[in-house]
């Protein structure tokens, strides 16, 4: 893991289409941008904002998401999470994301993700198998 700066910043954008919906994830019954797939788009956001920082081998898994969603946004309107690392402690890494679309501000979140090795990860979770 190389070191990481504390204020770096990476956006990413989406569209709100049918499959990003409330009524279509069952997270509500009206067709808006769902909680759901803002926790998604934050998490890929800070995911893609580490993974310069990581060694050959490593990723990352997020861990907690303390997310609110503030504001209602309508099908056919693109939505724009920002993350900016707000932390470091060894393999810890918090983050602060932002999410607006094109009228207000919609969601933030506090986020943590652990950087882990891939492979040692995926065989722990494995062993559950039996």
């Keep these: 893991m190389k070191e990481m700066q504390i204020g770096a910043k990476l956006s990413l ?45 490593e990723t990352s898994v997020g861990t907690a998401l ?25 393999r810890k890494v918090s983050f602060r994301v932002i999410v607006r679309d094109p009228a207000e501000e919609i969601g933030r979140a506090d986020h943590d993700r652990f950087v882990v090795n891939a492979e040692k990860f995926l065989e722990k979770a494995n062993r559950k198998k039996g």
């Design 66 to 90: 303390n997310l609110a969603h503030l504001a209602a946004t309508p099908e056919g309107l693109t939505v724009t999470a920002e993350a900016e690392i707000t932390a470091v402690d060894r």
């Design 13 to 57: 954008s989406a569209a709100v289409t049918p499959d990003k919906l409330a009524s279509t994830m069952k997270s509500g019954e009206l067709p808006v941008f769902a909680t759901p797939a803002m926790a998604a788009l934050m998490e890929e956001t800070a995911a893609a904002l580490l993974k310069p920082f990581l060694d050959e081998g």
